[in-house]
């Protein structure tokens, strides 16, 4: 079993769908971090957190630390959300992080 | 600020050469982690350096080193390459690497293929 754990692996969904990606973990964390990868490889941080909830845009992240679960939700999506979205556990006193398997996110007009 | 640097962008390599590759973080970013993603195992730790030290070290084979510089560039080593070795190497800054609760800046990665 994956110390991280992502669902779903693909998800496709029409422009304005309100988007739920899952993400649930097995280690002790010092921060949970979602990412944002596009087609050319590069990646983006979107959020880092340890506790709550936080907003950016259309972007809402939250989690629960005694269930080891967290959310990241899109409102109002749109094409160009269209990437991977991978969370990632840190732990421990180093900067490892320990990486979800990834949702492939499409949104069609 | 300029965002990471990652040189070069695309390498083609044989089996048995070495490879190095080359990471600028953010100026006064002192952490550099890097990392690695296949299709099939996907993004996994390989090192990080703080202070041109080694402070964590992930799975991965002695073929796999790095360093790390006085200005905080950082360069990874790849000896007798396989052609499992074939991935998107990625390398991240952040300004103290304090246990993952900093960002993480992630540079646009080299794309290594090894024939």
């Known amino acids: 079993k994956n110390e991280v754990e992502q669902s779903p692996q693909n998800l496709t969904a029409q422009e304005g769908e309100f988007i739920t990606i899952n993400c649930s973990y097995s280690v002790g964390i010092s921060a949970l971090h979602w990412l944002q990868q596009h087609p050319g490889g590069g990646i983006v941080s979107l959020f880092m957190?340890?506790?709550g909830k936080k907003k950016h845009g259309r972007l809402i992240a939250t989690i629960n630390i005694q269930e080891k679960h967290s959310s990241l939700h899109i409102t109002a999506s749109h094409p160009r959300d269209s990437a991977v979205y991978i969370c990632a556990a840190g732990t421990g006193t180093a900067s490892k992080l320990t990486f979800g398997t990834g949702t492939r996110l499409q949104v069609t007009l | 600020k300029a965002g990471v640097t990652q040189t070069p962008r695309y390498l083609i390599k044989t089996r048995g050469q070495q490879v190095t590759l080359s990471c600028s973080p953010i100026?006064?970013?002192?952490?550099v982690s890097w990392y690695q993603q296949t299709p099939g195992q996907g993004l996994q730790f390989l090192f990080e350096?703080?202070?041109?030290?080694?402070?964590n070290k992930g799975n991965f084979p002695g073929r796999f080193s790095g360093r790390q510089f006085s200005n905080s560039r950082s360069e990874m080593n790849v000896s007798t390459l396989e052609l499992g070795d074939s991935a998107l190497y990625l390398c991240a800054s952040s300004p103290m690497g304090t246990g993952g609760l900093e960002t993480q800046y992630f540079g646009p990665g080299t794309r290594l293929l090894v024939l």
């Open positions: 100026s006064g970013h002192r952490s």
């Open positions: 957190l340890s506790s």
């Open positions: 350096y703080f202070s041109e030290t080694q402070r």
